[in-house]
Each structure stands twice: as C-alpha cells, then as structure tokens.
C-alpha cells in the first residue's frame, strides 16, 4: 500500500523560457537525509534543508557562465562539484562563498554529468560517451577523451548505475557502463510498431542485478533485468524486456515523463495521465507493478516536465513554477490492500469528473463530433483509441467507438459508449468468449463499473443480461464494482441482487442491511435463481401438510407477490400446548428465497448490529416470524435442510435471530404485534434448552459407551486366534 | 508360521501392594524394597534390575523402614519389631520388640555398629549390632510426641530426629538433645495441623536436611541450630528423602507423585561459595512417593501406585547404555500362576489365596466363553504365601508359606471338590519353589539349603523318596524347577547363578551346568531332546544337552553369532519357557510385553535385520517369507503379560494384567493434573 502525503514547496522553479524542456538541472542527495542540492538551469546551485523548506547555501556562476550539469555531493571528499560551461569543472566545499576562489579544472571534452555515488568517487560522463573517475580526471584535466558514440547519437537520460542514452535518428541504444573491470556494453532498446520513444529510464541494483525500468511514449513501461555479472559479449545485443505496466495514454503518445523505482513493487510516475482522470490535469501516480493498480495519485498544478526525483522517502517533483516535495510511503502490498486502495481511488477519481455526455444528443450528431465531444468521457474511461485495431463492426460503430488495444500479453478493453442495450448484449458476449482466462478478472471487472457507472448517469440504461452474465463469471465481486448490488435494489432488479448475494463473497454489512430492507418492504417477482424458489416451495408445502394434518388449520399460502403477512395473530390463542409447529410461512415463496439469500451471506455480528437497527418496527417483526418459522420448519422436519440445495443452516438462522433480537429488543417488547411473537420464540426456545439438557445427558451416557468401543481388552476372557509367521 | 488358539485371560486380579520403604546397598549394588504388605524384594542392581528374592510378607508383620547393615537386613514395623531377615532361607530370622510401640524410623550407623530406631512413645532407642542378633544398648533421652525420622551423622556421634514440629539433634554419647530446631507449620490453613517432619538426613558438614508435611524442604544448620534455607516444593507432602553418597545431591519424592532433586551448586559459576538449589523435577509416580533411592547415576523411586522407578540422572551417565534408560519394574520377576495343561486350569496365587479357575472350552474359532473360577482357597495362619503349583492333570494342588507347606487333593467333577492331604512328610515344612512331574505322581519341593525333596504322590499316601543336595554344598534358594517329561531328570537352578541337574530315576546328581554370571529366570526341558532351555536376567539364551552334558550346537550357535540388540534392550526377563510340541524346534518365551517363539532351524536375526518382523512378514507371498523370516517371531499384540503357557490341546493360554486395571484399583490421586492448570 503507498500513500502521497500532503506535500510542500521547497523553492520555486525559474525556468528561462516557457518551452524549456526542464525547470531545473537536477536534485541531488547530500550527505543527510534531510538535505538536498538543487542545480537550476541558470547560474545557481542551492542546498536546501527540506523539513525546514530553507536554503543552508547557495552559489552563483558570473554573469555570462551558466551550469551545464547539476551539481553533486561527492560523500568521499565532502565536497560539491559542478561543471560550467560544459568543460570546466568546479568544485567547493560549504565554506567557500563564491564560485571565483573554488577550485576549478578545464577539460578537454563537453561534459554531460558527473555521478556521484553514495560511497565512491564521483563519476564523469562526458557527452560523447566516455567516462572517467573524477579524481583520475583532475589529476591530467587535458588528458584526450576517447569518443564512443557515433556522431548522430546523444546522450539522453542517465541513471545512477548504468550510463544509458540514446542515438537520435531510427534506433535507441542503452549503454551499459561498468566499473571494475571497466567496460561498455551496447544494447539495443526495442521500440516496436508503434516507434515508440524511452522517456525515462530508472534503474535499480538488486540481488547482483540491474532491474531496468523504461517508460516509452507509448505509455508502456518495459523491466528488463541485467545481471550485474553476466558474461561480456561483443556487438550489440538486444535488451530482453518484460511488460510491466501498459497505461492509459491519450493520443498513443506521452511527450515528457518520468519514472522512480520507489521499491520493488511500487513506481513513482511524472507526466502520465491519471487513467479516470480528465484531460488536462497532471498526477504524480504510484502504480504497483505487482497488481498494476494504481496505488495513490496525486494532482499538480500547472506545467509538468517531465522531471522526477527521490530522495529518501519524498519524491521532488517540479510542476508550475515550484519544486514540490512530496513524502510518501510504500508498505508492502499484498493484493488486498492493492485491489482495496484501488476502488477508493476509482471513487476519488470520479468525484473529480464531472463530464457526463448527454446520449440523446449525440444520437443526432455525426461520429466525429460525437467522437469530440466524447472526449472527456473517453479520457475518465481511461480510453486508448488505436484505430488499427478495432474488431467492431463499422454499422456498430456508427453509434458506438469500442476500442481494444491487442497488445499481446494484456488486453484493456474500454467501452465509449453504447446506445442499444442489444449491442452491449452482444459486445459482452463477445467479449466474454474471446478473452483468455488471465485477463478475464480485469476485463469483466473494467465491464461492470463501467456498465454500472453508465446505468448511474442513464437512468434509461439498465442491461439486466448483460450484468446477470458478468455476475456469473465469478469474476465481480462487491469490492471490485461496488456499486453493482446498490444499482441493483435501486432498479429493483431481485434476482440480480440474489446473484450478487450469491456471488459476491465481500458484502458488506451495511449493503446485506439494505438488500434486507429492500426484500421486506417490498417484491416485484421476477425470475428468482430456481434451486433457491423450489427449496422454499417444499418447505412451504411441508408446512400447508402439517398444518392441516395436525391442527385442522390450513394456512393460506401467500400470494406469491404479495408481499407481507400478518397471519400468525389469527392462530392458537389460549391454546394449551407449548408447542404450536404449525406456523404458515409470513411472507411469500419468493421474498423468503431472497431472504434465504441474506440469512446466508458472510457477516460479523458486531458490524450488522448499527446496521440493523435502521429496520422499522414492522420490518423486525416480519423478519422475526419468518426466521421463526423457518427455525421451526427445521426443527420439525430435518430433512428441509435438503442436500445440494442452497439453504440456510438452522446456525445461521439462530445468529439472525440473536442480532435481530439484540438490535431491537427494547423495540419489540414495547410493541403489542410483536408480543405474541416473542411468547412463542421464548416457548420454543425454553422447550429446546430443556430439549439440549436431556440431550447432553444422553451423550453424557453415550459418552462412555464410546470409550468401551475403543478398547478392546474390556472383556476378562475370550478366546481367539492369532497367527504368526 | 502357523495359527495358535489363544485363552486370553484377564481375570487374574492381581494386584501389587504399594512401595513402603527402600534402602540401597552400595556395596552388594542391591535394592531392598519394603511394601505395604509387608513383603521384601530384593533387586540385583547389577543383574539387569532382576527381583532377586521375594520374603513374602506376613498380617501381623508391617515393613515401616528397612536398613542394610553390610550383608544384612534388617527392617522395623508398626508392630513394634525389630527384624533381621535370612537372606538365604527368605524368612525373617528373628524379632525383638523395641518397647517402644511402633517403630516409625530405623538407621544404622555408618561404622555399623549401632542402630537407631525412632519410636510412637518418643524415644530413640540404640541396638548393639552383634554377629548373629542385636542387643538393646540404651535409650536416648525421652522426648514427647512421636519420631518420624532418624539419620546419623557420619562421626556417629549426633543423630538427627524428625519429629513433629521440630527437629532435634542428639548427642549419642551423653543421649541429650543439644538442638531443638522448630519446624514452621506452613500457610495460615495448615496452621492447627502438626507439621510431621518426615525425612531428616544428616550431612557430613553438620547440615541437616528436613522434608515435612506441610510440603517444605528445609535446610538446616545443626551445628547452630538455625536454618540455613526453605524451599517449597509442594502443596502437599513430601515423604521421602534420598542423598547421594557424595553428598552433592539430594531427591525429595512428594505425595503428588514428584520427584525433586536439590544440588549443591555454587551460586557463581566456579565460585566458591554454594548453596543448594532445586534443579530437576520429575513426575515418576500418579501416587504418594513413599521410598526413594540415590544411586549415583540414577533415581530410584517407589511409592502408592507400585511400581519401582528406575530414573537415570542423564548428567552423570557418561555413555547411554541398556542401563542408563528409564526402567519402571509393575510385576515381579516370577511367575504367580501355574497352569494345568491337561485339564486346563490356572492358578492364581496371591499373597494369602489361591484361585483356580477352568479355562472355557469354545467349539469355533472366536467364541466368548468365560472361565469359571472353581475354587478359592483361603487358608490359616499370618505368613504370605511364597510358591504354589498345580498339577499337570490338575488333580493335585500345593502351596507354600514361610512356615508351612500344604498340598491339595482336587477332583474335577461337575464341581471341583478340594481336600487337604494330610500326613505329609516331616521334611516338607517350606519350600521356595514347588513343582509337579509331567505324569502328577511326584512333587518337588525346594526347600532350604539348595535341597530338593521328591514327594510320590498317589491317592493313598505321600511319601518322601529323596533329597538332592547340590554337590556344591550351595545354600542359596532355589528358584526354578523343571522336570523333563519323561520323568528322568530334574533342573534345579537357585539364585546364586547355579543350575543342577537331577537324574530321577537313579535318584543321583546328574551334573551341573556351567554357571553363567546372570541369573537364570526361566528354564524348561525339552520334551523330546531333553536338552535344557536356559534364559537369564540379561536375556542370553542357552541350550544345555543333558544327556551329552554340554552346550547344544544351537546354543553355540547363538553365542557365538550374538543375539540381536532389540532382543538384549528388552526391559523385563523372561519368565516362562515352553516348548511347541507340534514342531519340535520351536519354544515359546514370554515377558511383561511380549511373547515370542523362537525357531532354532531358521537364522538368527543380526543386528541389520529388522527384529519385529511379524506386520512385514504379513504382507509378504510364502515364498519371500522364506528368505525373511528368522528365528524369533515376536508377538508384541499381549501385554502386561503374566503368564503364557500351552494347553496339551495345543491352544496358548495368556494371562493378562493391564495396568489400568490396577491403576483403578489405587486410592484416588493427591492431585490430578489437569489441562492448564
């Protein structure tokens, strides 16, 4: 789980000119963990105290000079080093006040960084390639650098322990720089069909490994791993990649963004879209690589550039015209807290959209306004729109944009917008057969929020099939669409709402309290999940046989959709026998299967009581009669509880009863209704723990009986045979 | 192999008596064990734990405390007795009342000289230990109230009492008491109980250890008077009290069934400077810990629920050996029911009754019949019984107490009617062992000095035919009897390791057996080689040609290939033989936890081989049983074995006695454990 903390500005961004590629040359660590050495693109370098949001020094070049690269803490010698002018090289210590009295180095070569790592000596990269310790440099500064990079090729991004860059005209090559023994190797970054460009690369050393992390422009970020110490090969190879993250990216092309390894899991994003976000705001995201959720996102103001660092638990993130330091914290993630965090943030994503399209008047309009118009839709729905490869046919098309992007390991899949429930009908079921069973999860979960969102904002829109279909995939549950259910009750859809009871492992309370609600107040029948409705016509026949065998009464069976009973109050009064079995269901067939369907849901008892107590009077007492009845049903005749069939367990009826009882109790017994009620539950109940007494007694007895069975020497004689060999 | 019919039988209800008093005797390594009945037993420490000798006990007769004096026994009662026992002739060799009412405590110095005995009335009273008697000396100085405890300091010139509520020392020479030491009387419940002191022990550093009733073990200092440290370590009793010879250690046996060991430790590792401290804690016993023993590498305990517990202390085993492992003795090392294998009946002796009982007879395999007990005979007189028999047909029946020796009459009818035979002759008064010839019409009784009477038995009249005398002018007792079945020669083997060999028809000594240095515990002649079958109290087998006068090829054999190590670490010895007679190589053995028959025409096990083989064998084709089967096929499927023996209608008859049975049998536990308490 990582969390974005509220975060601060250190010092404010002077950027030269508006289209300047970055604002700042670069952040560096010094040598506490508090501190940081920020080189702007003009003359000065500044090292900042960071809880403190204050500067502790700062150094300027002349007039006329300016820094080429940013300025490093070199932890060896203490000391600052900086280049100007791209050759010379200078470096100073705290107490020096000016550039003019530091020392200073021309070399013979343009510099393009200089790397210092934590516990060695700095590094020197120069522009066309070559590399030298620092320390070795200053010794002969005229010393001739070799060139290693071809003419056309340049330098593009650097990481901490691998020199990467790329040539500019057709192929992007990374460079892989060694130290002990020193060597180079060249390795060719893939780009694709899609020519997609590296923005960023990040790397990080773990295990003897290089893990190499490469944001293209095409919004994919590729890992590729390097071992630290595998065998040296000549020539250019081919850098192997893996898929880690394929996101949403609105024209199929990023310009500028960065990318942190915050830790194994988790990665720290500049410039990438926020997948249900609009267009035109910026996030600094952190994506779990794990469970490619997006673990927290937070939104910056103004320009971004592309420009990415962290130090020690905060990320440095220049945006507008300040540097912003924002803390953050990554646990380990597990996939609970993955898919949790993840529908929390779908919700905060949606509170900040706020486009909905009219549908109607789009019907009218041609496919490229409609297109247009839809965009902010298409970008909250995290739409990527590669034209190549839509499957659809072009009559749907006209109505609907549907687009895949078949990447081979992952398909997204996203829906724009459809008209005719039909459509939709037929797309799922296309959709469903054609997806591969790894994907399916993420597939039907994208399906059903976007359907349930949809059915929100269009009250007209309600595809019952489609939503029944995903539920059956087993691949919904609540946390993931969690809207689903609620949509459901909203449109009085019971039977989708008994699927998803069915379905869904992960109900909360709350929702099991007011699909109860819903159910007892009142029923339109629909077509009820059919195991459920005949393992309660069965028992309900039971009961009419019962009854009018043993009593001479004959309870009316209820109309099916009618939907409450007062019927028990006309029965056994002033009769004499403790034991009235003869209790004709309250509420009718179907009611009492969905009801069948709360009784069995997953439920901690102190989370249901709050949630309970919202019943009305009439509610409980309904609620009550039927779980008595359903106790005594089970009492009477053990076989209700029919094999295969799904059906409450006489446990969880009693736990029902318990909460019931306990969230109303002061309720109930100041109402008359319920008073009749309560007697006979008490009767009963009194009769069964009288009934557990008698029955522990037997088992006391029994008990024993047992233990003679396991040994076999109770006898004092007998004779047997025995053989041996 | 083959299938045996078995008459398994558990209605002997045999019940030990509880463990009263112990005393070790360093130099003999032997153990006497007083019970609550009043019998001793002697263990040879050194011959595998094996019960050496059996004093049956006597009514009037009670063992409160029992002490070596070198090679002799002495041990004193409730009765108010002091008694010396005959070692060889197992029966006490006289008594003096103490005067004193009951004897409570009994201690012996260490020069040997004197002992001590704690009395009801209060008084310590001293006895001259002469060559053949002890004689009264004098009284130490009266005190009131009952002595519990005695110990000696090693000078012999102090002696420690424990009494109740207090401690006194005694000078020995002037017979005052120089300290008075007051025993508190524990938590404030307890308070309007006395406090018995139990235990006392006197170091040589003058210390004196002291265990109570109200659950203490107190540490004192004599020479001042004071104490030096208490540690609790029960809720209830602690009875009994053990020192180790080197005086580094002590163990504490409590009422709850634990056993506490104290060490003399020095408070810093290497300092100078030590105390005692509670160090292990075992829990041998469910009952009272009544008697307890140190015997350097190993505690010895006894106590209400009857068995003997031999705990090793494993910080003072250098090598774990068969000797080192924890031993619990529950049944003695002798057979207590003998079996009539034409008629099929059992007897059953039990310390003052005999039983006899009818096996069933069952027509098909499996069916239940009950044994019928035909007759239990009570008889006169105090002394316990020490040997009985019964005849092969079953028509005669004798047993015999310390004094006397009865022999019966039995006719099996519908009812079994029992008369006594009277006139025996005058050389049966005793016997230590009885048994009958194959064919019923001898008796052998044996009886002191090694000898053995030959009694014919016929309706009309007993008569005496002879006495055996062992060459070896041995007097040692013996124990195991065996006639061939021919009626031509009779086994002979006593406790000194000895085994004669009788020729009956020419009524001479025949030969001796070439002693081995473990005492025999069973043995049987082979009914139609007559070779001797020997098994000792370390588990050897061997087989002794009579007729040849030498070891059998077979016992060679076994000798030299060594027998497999399983069969050497068994626990208990073997206390029967027979022989099958459907296959003339085979003999069955039996101890507390198995039986086995051994087949002399297979292999040997070696030590590779997997000794329990039976559930492999099982699952194997004829053929492959072949090529694994060895000579030992052991039935572990009887235990608590008592006896096992073989109808002349080929049947086995085992005799059981679970152990739960007697544990049902005790008194109700101090304290149960229960879970989490």
């Not at chain 1, 590399?131 to 056309?152: F, H, K």
């Not at chain 1, 990040?202 to 190499?212: D, E, F, G, P, Y």
Request: net charge neutral; glycine share 6%.
């Amino acid at each position: 789980m990582a969390a974005l903390f509220e975060g601060f500005t250190l010092c404010g961004v002077v950027s030269g000119s508006a289209r300047a590629e970055a604002a700042l040359l670069g952040v560096e660590a010094e040598r506490e963990e508090d501190r940081v050495v920020v080189t702007d693109c003009g003359r000065s370098v500044t090292v900042y105290k960071v809880s403190d949001q204050k500067p502790l020094g700062s150094w300027h070049v002349r007039q006329g000079q300016s820094l080429t690269c940013p300025a490093v803490w070199s932890s060896r010698s203490g000391e600052y080093v900086a280049v100007t002018d791209s050759r010379v090289i200078r470096i100073w210590k705290d107490d020096d006040t000016t550039f003019e009295k530091t020392f200073k180095a021309t070399v013979c070569a343009d510099v393009a960084r200089i790397h210092a790592a934590a516990d060695s000596e700095p590094v020197v990269l120069f522009a066309r390639g070559a590399v030298r310790m620092l320390d070795a440099l200053l010794e002969a500064p005229q010393q001739p650098i070799e060139e290693v990079l071809s003419e056309e090729e340049v330098i593009r991004s650097v990481c901490r322990c691998a020199q990467c860059f790329y040539s500019c005209k057709e192929d992007c090559y990374l460079y892989l720089q060694r130290f002990n023994p020193n060597s180079l190797h060249k390795y060719k970054l893939e780009t694709g069909e899609s020519r997609a460009r590296p923005l960023s690369l990040c790397a990080t050393v773990r295990n003897q490994s290089i893990k190499l992390l490469c944001l293209y422009s095409s919004g994919c970020l590729y890992q590729s791993v390097l071992s630290m110490r595998g065998t040296i090969q000549d020539g250019v190879q081919l850098l192997p990649r893996t898929l880690l993250l394929r996101l949403p990216v609105e024209d199929g092309h990023l310009s500028s963004a960065s990318v942190v390894s915050l830790d194994e899991g988790n990665l720290a994003m500049v410039g990438v879209p926020h997948p249900s976000a609009s267009a035109g705001k910026e996030f600094l995201c952190i994506w779990n690589t794990n469970f490619q959720t997006l673990q927290a996102a937070k939104e910056l103001t103004g320009r971004i550039y592309g420009q990415l660092w962290s130090y020690s638990g905060r990320l440095y993130v220049p945006h507008g015209k300040a540097l912003t330091v924002i803390p953050y914290e990554c646990e380990r993630s597990s996939l609970a807290t993955a898919l949790g965090r993840l529908q929390q943030d779908r919700s905060d994503g949606e509170q900040l959209v706020t486009t909905v399209v009219s549908w109607n008047t789009l019907l009218h309009e041609d496919t490229i306004q409609h297109q247009k118009g839809a965009r902010g839709v298409e970008t909250r729905q995290s739409v990527r729109h590669r034209g190549n490869n839509v499957p659809l046919a072009p009559m749907l098309r006209k109505f609907t944009v549907v687009s895949f992007t078949a990447v081979p390991s992952l398909l997204l899949l996203l829906i724009i917008r459809y008209i005719f429930l039909s459509c939709v009908t037929r797309d799922v079921e296309m959709i469903l057969s054609g997806t591969a069973d790894p994907e399916l999860q993420l597939v039907v979960g994208r399906l059903a929020s976007q359907l349930v969102s949809r059915c929100q904002s269009d009250s007209a829109f309600y595809p019952h099939h489609t939503l029944a279909q995903l539920v059956h995939t087993r691949c919904v549950c609540h946390s993931l669409c969690p809207n689903l259910l609620m949509l459901a009750l909203e449109k009085k859809d019971y039977s989708l709402a008994q699927l998803c009871l069915q379905h869904f492992p992960d109900i909360p309370e709350a929702v099991t309290c007011a699909c109860l609600k819903a159910f007892l107040d009142d029923l339109q029948t629909e077509n009820l999940e059919p195991d459920s409705v005949s393992f309660m016509e069965g028992m309900v026949a039971v009961c009419k046989r019962d009854g009018a065998l043993e009593n001479g009464f004959s309870p009316v069976l209820l109309e099916e959709d009618s939907c409450d009973v007062n019927a028990p109050t006309t029965r056994a009064k002033g009769k004499a026998d403790w034991l009235v079995l003869d209790m004709p269901c309250p509420v009718g067939v179907k009611k009492a299967a969905l009801l069948n369907e709360i009784l069995q849901t997953a439920h901690t008892d102190s989370f249901l009581l709050p949630h309970l107590k919202d019943l009305t009077a009439q509610q409980v007492v309904l609620f009550l009669q039927y779980l008595q009845f359903l106790y005594l049903k089970y009492y009477q005749d053990i076989s209700a509880q029919a094999p295969g069939l799904r059906s409450p367990t006489v446990t969880q009826i009693m736990d029902w009863v318990c909460s019931t009882l306990d969230a109303h109790f002061t309720v109930l017994v100041m109402l008359p209704e319920a008073r009749d009620l309560l007697f006979q539950l008490h009767k009963f109940v009194r009769s069964q723990v009288r009934l557990i007494c008698e029955l522990g007694k037997i088992q006391g007895s029994l008990q024993d009986l047992h233990k003679l069975k396991q040994t076999e020497d109770a006898d004092l004689y007998s004779i047997e045979v025995i053989e041996l060999f | 192999m083959g299938e045996f019919k078995v008459h398994r039988v558990r209605f002997f209800g045999y019940m030990p008596s509880g463990i009263r008093c112990m005393s070790f005797n360093e130099r003999a390594e032997r153990l006497a064990l007083g019970r609550l009945d009043g019998t001793l037993e002697i263990f040879n420490f050194k011959d595998s734990f094996y019960q050496e000798k059996v004093i049956p006990g006597n009514d009037s007769r009670s063992v409160e405390a029992v002490c070596w004096v070198a090679e002799r026994l002495f041990t004193a009662g409730l009765n108010g007795e002091i008694t010396e026992y005959d070692l060889e002739n197992l029966c006490p060799k006289y008594s003096l009342d103490a005067f004193g009412g009951p004897i409570w405590t009994v201690a012996c110095n260490a020069q040997g000289t004197h002992l001590a005995v704690g009395c009801e009335d209060g008084s310590i009273k001293l006895f001259e230990i002469l060559p053949e008697k002890i004689r009264f000396e004098r009284n130490l100085d009266r005190q009131k109230g009952r002595v519990l405890s005695l110990s000696w300091h090693e000078s012999g010139t102090r002696i420690a009492a424990g009494m109740l509520d207090m401690i006194r020392i005694f000078d020995v020479q002037s017979g005052h008491a120089t300290h008075r030491m007051l025993v508190d009387r524990g938590v404030s419940g307890m308070r309007n109980h006395e406090c018995v002191v139990w235990c006392v022990a006197f170091l040589s550093d003058l210390t004196v250890i002291s265990t109570d009733s109200s659950g203490k073990v107190q540490v004192w200092n004599a020479a001042m008077g004071i104490l030096s440290s208490t540690h609790l370590v029960s809720k209830s009793d602690v009875l009994s009290l053990a020192v180790s010879k080197d005086e580094s250690s002590f163990v504490v046996g409590t009422s709850e069934g634990t056993v506490v060991q104290f060490q003399f430790l020095a408070n810093i590792l290497g300092g100078d400077e030590k105390a005692w401290v509670r160090t292990k804690t075992f829990k041998p016993h469910t009952h009272d810990v009544r008697a307890l023993a140190e015997i350097g590498t190993a505690v010895v305990s006894g106590g209400l629920d009857t068995q003997l517990v031999v705990r090793p202390l494993l910080d003072k085993v250098d090598i774990m050996s068969y000797d080192n492992v924890l031993h619990k003795i529950h049944f003695p090392h002798r057979s207590l029911v003998s079996c009539a294998q034409k008629a099929g009946m059992l007897l059953f002796q039990f310390p003052a009754q005999l039983e006899v009982w009818r096996l069933g007879e069952s027509e098909g395999r499996g069916e239940f019949c009950l044994g019928t007990r035909e007759k239990w005979i009570p008889f006169q007189g105090e002394d316990h019984i020490s040997c009985s028999a019964i005849s092969p047909c079953g028509g005669w029946l004798a047993y015999s107490t310390v004094s006397s020796l009865r022999v019966y009459r039995l006719q099996c009818d519908e009812h079994v009617s029992i008369s006594k035979v009277p006139k025996l002759p005058k050389v049966l008064r005793s016997a230590h062992q009885l048994s009958f010839s194959d064919d019923s019409s001898k008796l052998f009784a044996a009886s002191t000095h090694s000898m053995v009477h030959v009694i014919s038995l016929s309706q009309s009249e007993c008569k005496h035919l002879h006495t055996f005398k062992p060459k070896s002018g041995s007097t040692e007792p013996v124990h195991l009897l065996a006639a061939s079945k021919d009626g031509k020669w009779l086994a002979a083997a006593n406790r000194g390791c000895e085994i004669h060999i009788y020729n009956l028809h020419k009524l001479k000594p025949h030969c001796t057996v070439p002693i081995y240095g473990s005492c025999p515990t069973a043995m049987g002649i082979h009914p139609t080689s007559n070779n001797l079958l020997m098994v000792h109290a370390d588990r050897q087998i061997f087989e002794y040609s009579i007729v040849e006068k030498q070891y059998t090829d077979w016992s060679r054999r076994v000798q030299r290939e060594g027998l497999h190590k399983l069969w050497l670490e068994r626990d208990t010895p073997v206390t029967h033989v027979t022989f099958n007679p459907r296959n003339a190589a085979q003999f069955m053995l039996h101890d507390t936890y198995m039986f086995c028959i051994i087949d002399q025409s297979l292999p040997l096990p070696d030590n590779k081989c997997q000794f329990y083989n039976q559930i492999t064998l099982k699952s194997l084709s004829e053929q492959e049983r072949l090529s694994h089967a060895h000579a030992f096929k052991m039935c572990t499927k009887y235990q608590h074995l008592l006896f096992l023996g073989l109808l002349d209608d080929e049947s086995l008859v085992v005799v059981q006695r679970p152990l739960t049975d007697i544990a049902s049998q005790l008194p109700a536990p101090v304290r149960l454990k229960k879970f989490a308490t």
